[in-house]
């Protein structure tokens, strides 16, 4: 969606984003019931225009597919007064989101009703600031996976009647089969019911299409996949062929990547996809996109981004530097495997933003000569990475050093020359 138009804001609020839950208009204020009452238009969904109905007199509009299409037929009725009707609190994984990405805020009036989230915390008597909230309504179950940690409590919203079942599926598969799973169904409305289960032995068959499902989270001993906060997870998480960037190692490089809010990076060569992954895991704004020339290694690392719960990697099959035209420019750089491949440090080095960071690692000589050539040239940081693991030696232990790793570390100037491209 595009930044609204000033020039286009009207000088009084037009438009009402009115927050509607089970309860229907008893559950709304008279304010918002006589905005309701005076829109000529309503929009919302079927379950909203049944609710309110009462007090609507002029059009019904429920929602177009795609929602886009539903935007576009709200932005049209601009300055004449509107209606659109949402769940619970609309700017709490709601359509207040979307609309105010094209309205300014001086032409709404907002009234927010409790979200779900709020209802299922009062319900189970948890301290909401102290619970993990997820919405996986629409989206891949696999997003609950980084907060399944023992102790834990998560307020999942679902999509669908099938979504606790499914929950309960994931939580079990897991080695977390002991969690509590509290299945809250259409709160706040007649039809409420809640009922508790553990997730190894769900059985529910029979959920209404709203609900929410709250976790305790309990592990099954060592069985559990519980995937620590700090960066450098154990390589025996990740499905992989050899090509890894080892824990040690991976630990460095994202402390060199050093991710922001909102970043995008490039991993380029990446193997079982483990730096775009724990990229991606530091924050759920962050996103990545991994380029592997090989199709199985790009299977692969779309498995692991489902299991480690960051579907949204993106896994561009091709080699570099041609399969990097056309990719969104990044504001980080890892290159783990084809850097010493003709055209492909230039192209990496044209293609990060301005202030982005590039971080290499080699550990053949070829890419190594490449790294100091060009930190020869450019400046940057040049670390060299030795590590070694302890292993058995006859009866006795002794130290196995692994492949010393170079790793060069470079922000782009905001004004590099043409020489230093």
């Given at each position: 969606m595009?930044?609204?138009?000033?020039?286009?804001?009207?000088?009084a609020?037009?438009?009402?984003?009115?927050?509607?839950?089970?309860?229907?208009?008893?559950g709304?204020?008279?304010?918002?019931?006589?905005?309701?009452?005076?829109?000529?238009?309503?929009?919302?969904?079927?379950?909203?225009?049944?609710?309110?109905?009462?007090?609507?007199?002029?059009?019904?509009?429920?929602?177009l597919?795609?929602?886009?299409?539903?935007?576009?037929?709200?932005?049209?009725?601009?300055?004449?007064?509107?209606?659109?009707l949402?769940?619970?609190?609309?700017?709490?994984?709601?359509?207040?989101?979307?609309?105010?990405?094209?309205?300014?805020?001086?032409?709404?009036?907002?009234?927010?009703?409790?979200?779900?989230?709020?209802?299922?915390?009062?319900?189970?008597?948890?301290?909401?600031?102290?619970?993990?909230?997820?919405?996986?309504?629409?989206?891949?179950?696999?997003?609950?996976?980084?907060?399944l940690?023992?102790?834990?409590?998560?307020?999942?919203?679902?999509?669908?009647?099938?979504?606790?079942?499914?929950?309960?599926?994931?939580?079990?598969?897991?080695?977390?089969?002991?969690?509590?799973?509290?299945?809250?169904?259409?709160?706040?409305?007649?039809?409420?019911?809640?009922?508790?289960?553990?997730?190894?032995s769900?059985?529910?068959?029979?959920?209404?299409?709203?609900?929410?499902?709250?976790?305790?989270?309990?592990?099954?001993?060592?069985?559990?996949?519980?995937?620590?906060?700090t960066?450098?997870?154990?390589?025996?998480?990740?499905?992989?062929?050899?090509?890894?960037?080892?824990?040690?190692?991976?630990?460095?490089?994202?402390?060199?990547l050093?991710?922001?809010?909102?970043?995008?990076?490039?991993?380029?060569?990446?193997?079982?996809?483990?730096?775009?992954?724990?990229?991606?895991l530091?924050?759920?704004?962050?996103?990545a996109?991994?380029?592997?020339?090989?199709?199985?290694?790009?299977?692969?690392?779309?498995?692991?981004?489902?299991?480690?719960?960051?579907?949204?990697?993106?896994?561009?099959?091709?080699?570099?530097?041609?399969?990097?035209?056309?990719?969104?420019?990044?504001?980080?750089i890892?290159?783990?495997?084809?850097?010493?491949?003709?055209?492909?440090?230039?192209?990496?080095?044209?293609?990060?933003?301005?202030?982005?960071?590039?971080?290499?690692?080699?550990?053949?000589?070829?890419?190594?000569?490449?790294?100091?050539?060009?930190?020869?040239?450019?400046?940057?940081?040049?670390?060299?990475?030795?590590?070694?693991?302890?292993?058995?030696v006859?009866?006795?232990?002794?130290?196995?050093?692994?492949?010393?790793?170079?790793?060069?570390?470079?922000?782009?100037?905001?004004?590099?020359?043409?020489?230093?491209?």
């Amino acid at each position: 969606m595009s930044t609204p138009d000033r020039s286009l804001v009207s000088a009084a609020p037009w438009l009402s984003i009115i927050g509607i839950g089970e309860d229907g208009l008893a559950g709304l204020g008279d304010e918002a019931k006589a905005a309701i009452s005076r829109a000529e238009i309503v929009f919302g969904g079927a379950r909203h225009l049944e609710l309110a109905d009462a007090a609507i007199r002029g059009e019904k509009h429920g929602w177009l597919s795609p929602f886009e299409r539903s935007v576009e037929a709200v932005l049209a009725a601009r300055g004449r007064p509107v209606v659109v009707l949402a769940s619970g609190d609309p700017f709490f994984y709601g359509v207040g989101v979307t609309l105010s990405r094209s309205i300014a805020r001086a032409e709404m009036r907002v009234f927010p009703a409790p979200s779900s989230f709020s209802l299922a915390a009062s319900r189970m008597g948890w301290a909401l600031q102290e619970t993990v909230c997820v919405s996986l309504h629409g989206r891949p179950l696999d997003l609950i996976r980084p907060h399944l940690h023992p102790g834990s409590r998560i307020l999942a919203l679902t999509s669908d009647s099938d979504g606790p079942a499914a929950l309960a599926a994931l939580l079990s598969d897991s080695g977390f089969g002991g969690s509590a799973l509290t299945v809250l169904e259409a709160l706040g409305g007649a039809r409420e019911r809640v009922s508790s289960h553990q997730a190894q032995s769900f059985a529910l068959a029979d959920a209404d299409m709203l609900n929410v499902c709250a976790v305790e989270v309990s592990a099954d001993g060592t069985a559990a996949r519980v995937l620590a906060f700090t960066p450098g997870l154990d390589d025996a998480l990740f499905e992989h062929d050899g090509q890894i960037t080892k824990r040690e190692v991976r630990a460095l490089t994202l402390s060199a990547l050093a991710p922001k809010r909102g970043e995008l990076l490039w991993d380029v060569g990446g193997g079982s996809g483990s730096i775009g992954i724990e990229w991606m895991l530091a924050d759920s704004s962050l996103r990545a996109i991994a380029i592997e020339g090989h199709t199985e290694r790009g299977a692969r690392m779309r498995r692991n981004a489902r299991n480690f719960g960051v579907p949204g990697l993106v896994v561009v099959e091709g080699t570099a530097p041609g399969a990097l035209e056309g990719l969104v420019a990044p504001d980080a750089i890892f290159i783990g495997g084809g850097g010493s491949e003709a055209g492909v440090m230039e192209a990496v080095l044209a293609g990060l933003k301005p202030g982005g960071r590039l971080v290499a690692n080699a550990v053949t000589t070829e890419m190594e000569a490449v790294l100091l050539a060009h930190h020869a040239r450019l400046g940057g940081s040049l670390i060299r990475i030795d590590i070694a693991r302890a292993s058995p030696v006859g009866q006795m232990t002794g130290w196995r050093p692994a492949m010393p790793v170079t790793q060069w570390s470079w922000v782009k100037p905001a004004d590099i020359s043409e020489e230093q491209r």
